[in-house]
């Protein structure tokens, strides 16, 4: 049989060789093996190695040429979508429908109310979820996509504004748009010519560059981020605060500076957080004793049996507001070079304590 390259023919276990645009079995699906399943020979490594480059570099190149071409008309579409009084509604159908649903995610994600909708269910009763107050932002290069086209004389009727995202601006959702956004591009990376490749990079970042300037124009900031990424860690990071996780009440170790350094210690193996405040009756703090201070008096005392803990303490400790954001304790014990700190209110009263420990279980860390 004459020889054909690894991606031509593929064999069974069953002994069977198959072709290209011959029917495969279903049964044989799972069963699929490459009949050379050796690795890439130097100069098939080097080849495909050269083309991973070239799709890199044209596709870098497509992103270029957007910022070279952007023009006025990437200003009337954000006036549209920074004033508009409803959502930004994202469609596309296949590739493009994936870069849209991407497009609709961040916009979402960074201050602007957007969801996807797929053309073909929006002809079948979703158009109903939008309102005349939305924008919609349809994605097709050809600019001919026959499922988007069905909807947009709907959305005239509508009354909705319509943001087209093509690469042909003589195309029929080009003229129809309220406002047409052009990505030009040189050529496909892919080397057949027919993967939609350079086209869809450069459209995901015509939509990330409309997305990060509404985040602009709104003031969106890190801390509104995290509102909207609650479960990340960056949303941990920006939302937790000390008086989420701070030990207070009856886990908070803390005793006069009267007592003896015996009943400290006591406290301390109670609480189990590795140190205790040390506060007036009042409540005011005085100081604090930790693990470490207990290894530094039992190397300069002999018998301390009639110590008491205001003798030994480290008066003025570092502490923490409440109020403060966890992530702000992670970086005083770093800078200090501390393991845990004392929380206090504005006259120094002692609310509660945190170790590192707390901080990693609440995920800040």
């Known amino acids: 049989m004459k020889q054909m390259s690894r991606q031509m023919i593929f064999r069974y276990n ?15 699906i799972d069963t699929l093996q490459p009949i050379d399943s050796q690795p890439l020979r130097s100069e098939e490594a080097k080849r495909v190695m050269e083309l991973a480059r070239t799709v890199l570099q044209i596709e870098a190149d497509a ?24 959502r930004v509604v994202v469609s596309g159908i296949g590739k493009s429908g994936h ?8 916009l979402a994600s960074t201050g602007t109310p957007a969801f996807f909708m797929h053309p073909a269910e929006a002809t079948h009763g979703d158009l109903g ?4 107050q939305d924008v919609m932002i349809a994605i097709s290069h050809s600019g001919e996509s026959h499922e988007l086209l069905t909807i947009v004389p709907l959305l005239k009727r509508h009354g909705s504004p319509l943001i087209t995202i093509t690469g042909n601006p003589a195309s029929t959702l080009a ?4 406002v047409h956004l052009h990505v030009r591009i040189e050529k496909e990376a892919c080397p057949l010519g027919l993967a939609p490749t350079a086209s869809t990079t450069a459209t995901l970042a015509l939509g990330d560059a409309l997305a990060l300037a509404l985040l602009d124009l709104r003031g969106f900031n890190a801390e509104d981020f995290a509102r909207t990424h609650p479960g990340g860690a960056l949303g941990r990071r920006l939302l937790i ?25 006591l406290e301390m193996s109670r609480k189990g957080l590795g140190l205790t405040a040390i506060t007036q009756p009042d409540g005011t703090l005085e100081g604090i004793y930790t693990d470490g201070d207990l290894r530094r008096t039992l190397d300069k005392e002999e018998d301390i049996r009639g110590v008491t803990i205001g003798e030994v303490m480290t008066p003025s400790p570092h502490t923490i507001s409440s109020h403060e954001l966890a992530a702000t304790a992670v970086a005083l014990m770093e800078e200090k070079r501390i393991t845990a700190l004392l929380v206090t209110d504005e006259q120094n009263r002692l609310l509660g304590a945190l170790n590192m420990h707390d901080l990693m279980r609440a995920g800040v860390v």
């Open 14 to 28: 069953t002994g069977h060789e198959f072709h290209p645009g011959k029917a495969i079995p279903r049964s044989m």
């Open 63 to 86: 992103v270029r040429m957007q910022a070279k071409w952007l023009n006025d008309t990437f200003i009337d579409a954000l006036n549209l979508l920074l004033h508009t009084q409803g």
């Open 99 to 106: 870069i849209a649903r991407k497009i609709a995610a961040t």
């Open 129 to 132: 979820m939008m309102t005349r």
């Open 175 to 178: 003229r129809e748009a309220t």
């Open 241 to 265: 605060r000390v008086s989420d996780i701070m030990r207070h009440g009856d886990a908070l170790p803390h005793v006069q500076r009267t007592a003896p350094l015996r009943e400290a210690l």
